[in-house]
């Protein structure tokens, strides 16, 4: 994708960051406490086994962080905006 296409995607999201090298979108979640955490990594992951693109998940006490890139493509994909949307659709 394009640093453009990149950037329009982004700004329909709403709380995902890029990273510095510009392969992989982020959004941090906060919760009270590691229960939180834990059924938001659950909610990511069966979401990526539903789509079949699997996100890399860091979980600890109050916080999950979920971040898209499309391995096999060195970088983002329209598969990753799909997911990032739909993980917001289901956290709403």
Same mark, same amino acid.
């Given at each position: 994708?394009?640093?453009?296409?990149?950037? +329009?995607?982004?700004?329909?999201?709403?709380?995902?960051?890029?990273?510095?090298?510009? +392969?992989?979108?982020?959004?941090?979640?906060?919760?009270?406490?590691?229960?939180?955490?834990?059924?938001?990594?659950?909610?990511?992951?069966?979401?990526?086994?539903?789509?079949?693109?699997?996100?890399?998940?860091?979980?600890?006490?109050?916080?999950?962080?979920?971040?898209?890139?499309?391995?096999?493509?060195?970088?983002?994909?329209?598969?990753?905006?799909?997911?990032?949307?739909?993980?917001?659709?289901?956290?709403?």
């Amino acid at each position: 994708m394009t640093e453009d296409e990149i950037a +329009r995607h982004l700004d329909a999201l709403t709380g995902w960051t890029l990273s510095e090298d510009g +392969r992989a979108i982020t959004r941090r979640f906060a919760f009270k406490g590691f229960a939180g955490a834990v059924e938001m990594a659950n909610l990511a992951a069966w979401l990526g086994n539903r789509e079949g693109h699997h996100p890399d998940i860091a979980f600890g006490w109050g916080y999950c962080a979920v971040s898209f890139s499309t391995h096999d493509a060195g970088g983002l994909t329209e598969a990753d905006f799909r997911c990032a949307a739909r993980l917001d659709a289901l956290t709403a």
